[in-house]
């Protein structure tokens, strides 16, 4: 947990704990300054600088927690950026100090809110630690302890705002556990708050003393994930002009702008965190740049690129359980379009298996690799690769040339005539061709696709939008209630909640 702040701002903090077993005085502003200075050091990778502020904080204050704590925060950091077993063990060695310090503290007064926010931050990053350990069930356990003292720090000092960022991230992050992980539910014993969570990172963010840098890195996160990308962007933004040298900013602002379609500002980035690896002594996430590099060069329909990287990526991770299913996928993809259909036959047999509604696409990439290893990529299909990935990066010319050569040849199944009207949909919506949308429209969900089924619903959904901006509501309305007729397609969680919000925002709008 870290913040950069104003030098002359002395926080309640400073005052809490001026431990009577400390003999000569403490100079608690001069401990909050030095506090502030490692953590800038450690949040623009100045790695050995933070470790020696931090070393001089436990000596200069050695009854407090905080330079036990944010001297442990470097390993865990350092564990997270890089996956090195050896500081995972440093972590937990160095994280069982600030727990002890805390609980005797705690012990002294038990109405200690600053150490039940030390002792349940420590305990939620130990939490954080064993689960990119792989270990869950130890994530968990140490989770509910982390939560529960900062549930307790929060009741006894409502304006802790460093302690709201640890019990806003539990509540956020809780809530949006996916259903085939719901047996966490029983064992952490809450159930979450997404939007209660998300207000508490937010005045984190905002008034918080040591989380503010992290508070707002984690509301940039979430705000991205709910679809809120103008107000992510300039957080991640502000941040990355802070810590210039940070490179897990830099890698994070590059796959959102890859995912947002801006390809050649994600393309500089990314190999501005290339830049930054390369002049530094310790390099941090390497894997994470190759593997963002290799789905920006996909997305440009540069598969040598993208082979490339995604190639070096697997072979830098640590462990194959961090590989997703759509990485492998667009490796055997990019390695099929190179011409190397061996490699690509290797590649498709690592998918997992994944049968989980709230992992809707990694259960589709795993379908579609089974008929990849049956069936080759065909030319109409390779066409419509080129042109999705041509759409998602806003080359709309490019993208509608490609779906109508995909149409101009006669005899084609359902399924290829489908993927190639819904791209052409999507590309007339982006362009708010809303006539040529509904032709297109019109002319796919007349088809009956045998393997695709999802392309139905999918196109109804983009059908009642182009119908109300057409100002046919209740047109619209009917597409969108047509979707709820569908069943047992890829999806359907996700195409279902979104025609219900339509139909329920048409309601409301009378």
Excluded at 19 to 45: C, Q
Excluded at 133 to 157: C, D, M, P, Q, W
Excluded at 173 to 181: C, F, T
Excluded at 249 to 259: G, I, N, P
Aim: charge should be neutral.
């Amino acid at each position: 947990m870290k913040l950069r702040l104003r030098s002359f701002f002395l926080s309640p903090l400073l005052l809490l704990h001026s431990s009577p077993a400390i003999a000569d005085p403490v100079d608690w502003g001069e401990v909050h300054a030095v506090t502030l200075r490692g953590i800038n050091r450690l949040y623009n990778m100045n790695i050995d600088a933070a470790v020696a502020t931090f070393d001089s904080v436990r000596k200069m204050a050695p009854g407090d927690p905080r330079g036990y704590f944010f001297g442990s925060m470097v390993h865990f950091w350092l564990y997270t950026l890089t996956r090195d077993e050896k500081e995972y063990r440093t972590f937990l060695e160095k994280s069982d100090d600030v727990i002890t310090i805390c609980e005797n503290l705690i012990d002294a007064n038990d109405r200690d809110a600053v150490s039940m926010f030390y002792l349940g931050g420590m305990y939620g990053y130990r939490g954080l630690a064993h689960q990119a350990h792989n270990s869950i069930f130890k994530a968990v356990t140490e989770g509910r302890k982390g939560y529960f003292s900062l549930k307790e720090a929060v009741k006894l000092k409502p304006d802790l705002y460093d302690a709201q960022m640890g019990f806003g991230l539990f509540n956020y992050l809780v809530a949006k556990v996916p259903r085939s992980l719901s047996w966490i539910m029983s064992l952490v014993g809450f159930s979450g708050d997404a939007e209660g969570g998300l207000a508490m990172v937010r005045n984190a963010a905002e008034h918080g003393v040591y989380t503010r840098t992290e508070a707002r890195f984690y509301l940039s996160q979430f705000l991205f994930s709910e679809q809120k990308s103008g107000q992510a962007l300039p957080i991640l933004d502000t941040l990355m002009a802070e810590y210039p040298d940070n490179q897990l900013f830099v890698v994070t602002y590059a796959t959102w702008q890859s995912r947002l379609g801006n390809t050649e500002v994600a393309l500089r980035s990314a190999q501005k965190a290339v830049e930054i690896n390369r002049r530094s002594r310790i390099h941090y996430g390497e894997e994470f740049v190759y593997s963002t590099l290799g789905a920006i060069y996909y997305a440009m329909n540069d598969f040598v690129s993208a082979r490339a990287n995604l190639e070096e990526y697997i072979r830098r991770v640590a462990s194959e359980d961090y590989i997703t299913n759509w990485t492998y996928y667009r490796l055997a993809v990019a390695q099929e379009m190179c011409g190397d259909r061996g490699a690509a036959l290797g590649t498709y047999r690592r998918l997992k298996s994944v049968n989980d509604r709230d992992r809707a696409n990694e259960s589709y990439l795993y379908r579609i690799a089974l008929r990849r290893l049956r069936d080759p990529i065909t030319p109409p299909e390779a066409l419509l690769i080129r042109g999705g990935n041509d759409l998602g990066r806003k080359a709309y010319d490019s993208a509608e040339t490609l779906y109508m050569q995909v149409l101009q040849p006669g005899g084609m199944d359902a399924d290829i005539r489908g993927r190639a009207l819904i791209g052409l949909q999507q590309v007339y919506i982006a362009r708010e061709d809303y006539h040529s949308a509904l032709r297109a429209g019109e002319e796919l969900t007349a088809l009956k696709p045998e393997k695709e089924t999802w392309l139905i619903p999918q196109g109804l959904l983009h059908l009642g939008e182009t119908f109300e901006k057409l100002g046919r509501v209740k047109d619209a309305r009917a597409a969108y209630e047509k979707v709820l007729q569908y069943d047992d397609y890829d999806f359907q969680k996700s195409l279902e909640e979104k025609a219900r919000k339509e139909i329920g925002r048409l309601k409301t709008a009378g």
